[in-house]
């Protein structure tokens, strides 16, 4: 079993940067595959970027390419989701998942545990 819990949300101006923390539990962290999710009012969870569990590979949504970094601390059992050039369209309810695979996947049905969420809004 693994818990995950998210921080780091908050307002922020467009333009700005914030950086979201997800703190896991468990000694099995390093063997995760971890993902970073959001979900707007009205629309599905979508994948906004993950991590292999050696950080050897990555993904990104188009949309956030380029602007926001994904990395992982194994030591410290914590994923980031650093976010830059913020856009009101990033505004979003932002969810941590956890997969135990060595691969990644962009489809949330595949995430084995999940965080509770952080707000996160961007305002023009």
């Known amino acids: 079993q693994v818990q995950l819990v998210e921080s780091g949300g908050g307002l922020v101006q467009a333009g700005g940067s914030l950086r979201l923390s997800c703190a896991a539990s468990g000694r099995t962290f390093s063997s995760y595959t971890m993902g970073w999710f959001r979900q707007a009012p009205g629309k599905e969870r979508d994948i906004v970027a993950a991590l292999t569990p050696s950080a050897g590979t990555t993904y990104y949504a188009d949309s956030v390419k380029g602007r926001f970094t994904i990395s992982r601390d194994n030591a410290k059992n914590t994923v980031y989701l650093q976010m830059n050039s913020l856009k009101p369209e990033d505004t979003a309810v932002y969810y941590c998942?956890?997969?135990?695979?060595?691969?990644?996947?962009?489809?949330?049905?595949?995430?084995?545990?999940w965080g509770q969420g952080t707000q996160v809004t961007v305002s023009s």
């Open positions: 998942a956890a997969r135990n695979r060595l691969y990644l996947t962009i489809y949330s049905l595949r995430y084995d545990y």
